[in-house]
């Protein structure tokens, strides 16, 4: 099976089963504290992970001399990079500051961005397996 295609799908995988699974056993079972404490020691991981397999697949898409997927995986290590290096930590610091509109905001660009990584996946998937 074509590599791409193996690496696109572990990170499409993580990104729908953390929502899905992840985040709502959190919130069922640990405390707001302990749930705070757990996804804060949690994402700088999850947005690591994500970045080491777009630069493994960029690497790949760059030996195989595949464009489109040169430009998605960029696309995907950059913002990983970004959620972690930077929209985290503004996070992180709303929070703690109780600045909630601001958190909220911030919450929702991660979301947004999450979002656009995962269609991104579907759409590549779908080049891939046509």
Known sequence: MHLLVLITAAILSFMIFFPLVV????????????ASTFLRNFFPKYYLYGFFLSILGLVIAIM?????????????????????????????KAKDETKETKFNKLHKVSVFINFIQIVSCIILLFIYLK
Request: avoid cysteine; charge should be neutral.
């Open 23 to 34: 985040a709502t056993s959190i919130f069922n079972v640990l405390s707001e504290k302990q």
């Open 64 to 92: 195989k001399e595949e464009i489109v997927s040169i430009i998605f995986f960029i696309f995907m290590s950059i913002t990983f990079v970004v959620l972690r290096q930077i929209l985290t930590p503004m996070i992180n």
